[in-house]
């Protein structure tokens, strides 16, 4: 790769709640970033940036903007349990038009995956990235297929990508919940920019936590990417609300998602 400040970088999904939030750091830091959404960029462009409105799942105006581009940041698409129909152009024809273009253009990806990829895991088990995966939708089975694309380009084509299975990334948790599965905001930038100048990356898999005591995820491929969490949910402890009072919710890591329709009998009555 590239020096740190001539990287030519995309951002994906600039328009959400995360994509904002990157699309002003990183601007500062890669002069010439891209920034990218279905819908409209609703802040200011800084100066040295420059927004394109596009959808994922087209497939032309995708290798159209991304030509000449050595990191593509994919936080675009749908981020919450919806009907298959509607994950589908998005999360699946999206990504997949996204890992051609970097192979086009030897880029690689960093993909926002998520701990909805492993949500019905119970609550007690402390998981490693080995473990097997267990989505809790067709938004966690969206984000593995977008992981194992990764691996698929990386083996077959050496394109390499760094997948970042976030928990909660907020500016503070808010229910008993985050204090295991909060992000801070600068954690997650500190974990974009490590996974845009590790020198190699090869396909890598992250969780994206902070280093909260409570953490239910621990050994990943942080460490050789030179990255290390900072923040630790933990001193805001006092100040969360308990999970809403919901047996399936509560005893998944994957909380509220895997309650939504949930359709098995009881424990011990089927
Ligand atoms: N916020 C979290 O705690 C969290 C947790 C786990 C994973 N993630 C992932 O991180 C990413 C960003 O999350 P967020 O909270 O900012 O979500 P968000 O919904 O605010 O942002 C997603 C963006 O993707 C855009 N998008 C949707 N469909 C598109 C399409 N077809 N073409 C182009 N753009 C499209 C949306 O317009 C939106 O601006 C998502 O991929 C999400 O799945 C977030």
Same mark, same amino acid.
């Given at each position: 790769?590239?020096?740190?400040?001539?990287?030519?970088?995309?951002?994906?999904?600039?328009?959400?709640?995360?994509?904002?939030?990157?699309?002003?750091?990183?601007?500062?830091?890669?002069?010439?970033?891209?920034?990218?959404?279905?819908? &409209?960029?609703?802040?200011?462009?800084?100066?040295?940036?420059?927004?394109?409105?596009?959808?994922?799942?087209?497939?032309?105006?995708?290798?159209?903007?991304? $030509? %000449?581009?050595?990191?593509?940041?994919?936080? %675009?698409?749908?981020?919450?349990?919806?009907?298959? $129909? /509607?994950?589908?152009?998005?999360?699946?024809?999206?990504?997949?038009?996204?890992?051609?273009?970097?192979? /086009?253009?030897?880029?690689?990806?960093?993909?926002? #995956? #998520?701990?909805?990829?492993?949500?019905?895991?119970?609550?007690?088990?402390?998981?490693?990235?080995?473990?097997?995966?267990?989505?809790? %939708?067709?938004?966690?089975?969206?984000?593995?297929?977008?992981?194992?694309?990764?691996?698929?380009?990386?083996?077959?084509?050496?394109?390499?990508?760094?997948?970042?299975?976030? %928990? #909660?990334?907020?500016?503070? &948790?808010?229910? /008993?919940?985050?204090?295991?599965?909060?992000?801070?905001?600068?954690?997650?930038?500190?974990?974009?920019?490590?996974?845009?100048?590790?020198?190699?990356?090869?396909?890598?898999?992250?969780?994206?936590? #902070?280093?909260?005591?409570?953490?239910?995820?621990?050994?990943?491929?942080?460490?050789?990417?030179?990255?290390?969490?900072?923040?630790?949910?933990?001193?805001?402890?006092?100040?969360?609300?308990?999970?809403?009072?919901? &047996?399936?919710?509560?005893?998944?890591?994957?909380?509220?998602?895997?309650?939504?329709?949930?359709?098995?009998?009881?424990?011990?009555?089927?």
């Amino acid at each position: 790769m590239s020096d740190a400040a001539s990287r030519k970088v995309l951002l994906t999904g600039a328009s959400g709640v995360l994509g904002r939030f990157l699309a002003a750091e990183l601007a500062r830091r890669y002069p010439g970033l891209v920034l990218t959404d279905i819908l &409209p960029f609703p802040d200011k462009v800084l100066e040295g940036a420059r927004f394109v409105q596009a959808d994922l799942a087209d497939a032309g105006r995708i290798a159209e903007i991304t $030509e %000449g581009v050595d990191t593509i940041i994919h936080f %675009g698409g749908v981020a919450n349990e919806k009907s298959f $129909e /509607t994950i589908l152009p998005a999360n699946i024809v999206g990504t997949v038009n996204v890992f051609e273009a970097a192979r /086009t253009n030897r880029a690689r990806v960093i993909f926002a #995956s #998520s701990n909805h990829t492993i949500g019905f895991h119970e609550r007690d088990r402390k998981l490693g990235i080995a473990d097997r995966v267990k989505p809790d %939708g067709f938004y966690g089975v969206s984000k593995l297929f977008g992981e194992n694309v990764g691996s698929f380009y990386f083996d077959k084509f050496g394109v390499e990508s760094v997948h970042l299975r976030i %928990g #909660s990334a907020l500016r503070k &948790p808010t229910e /008993t919940r985050h204090l295991s599965t909060w992000l801070s905001y600068p954690d997650l930038l500190r974990m974009v920019v490590a996974s845009i100048e590790a020198e190699k990356t090869g396909y890598a898999l992250l969780w994206g936590v #902070s280093a909260n005591t409570r953490s239910w995820w621990g050994e990943d491929d942080a460490a050789r990417l030179g990255y290390r969490a900072e923040d630790n949910a933990e001193v805001f402890a006092d100040k969360v609300t308990a999970d809403p009072d919901d &047996p399936i919710a509560r005893r998944f890591q994957g909380g509220s998602f895997t309650s939504q329709g949930y359709g098995r009998a009881p424990e011990g009555k089927s």
